[in-house]
């Protein structure tokens, strides 16, 4: 498995920005794809954005499109995901998920190793 550390949640007023960082350790990534998925409060954990490792490809939930953006560094081994004009309903804990040969990167079920998740709270 891999480890997952997240980190840049925060408070922010609708209309900022915040960037969440997952550092990854304990594997080799070229067949791994990494996702952030969310859970609001007594809902399920949501798919927002994924990343291939090896070519780059990235996928976007409908609600966050032209606002969020995933985005990786491969000598940090970090994958990023800059959130703007946030909205109060984007409150949520965020989670980093990393899984190998990964087909169906917006389902959950696909990813074998998650982060300890952050929360983010968009004030209106």
């Known amino acids: 498995q891999v480890r997952l550390v997240e980190s840049g949640g925060g408070l922010v007023q609708a209309g900022g920005s915040l960037r969440l960082s997952c550092a990854a350790s304990g594997r080799t990534f070229s067949r791994y794809a990494m996702g952030w998925f969310r859970q609001a409060p007594g809902k399920e954990r949501d798919f927002v954005a994924a990343?291939?490792?090896?070519?780059?490809?990235?996928y976007y939930a409908d609600s966050v499109k032209g606002r969020f953006t995933i985005s990786r560094d491969n000598a940090k081994t970090t994958v990023y995901l800059q959130m703007n004009s946030l909205k109060p309903e984007d409150t949520a804990v965020y989670y980093c998920?990393?899984?190998?040969?990964?087909?169906?990167?917006?389902?959950?079920?696909?990813?074998?190793?998650w982060g300890q998740g952050t929360q983010v709270t968009v004030s209106s």
């Open positions: 990343i291939r490792w090896s070519d780059g490809i990235t």
């Open positions: 998920a990393a899984g190998n040969l990964v087909v169906t990167l917006t389902s959950k079920y696909a990813y074998d190793s």
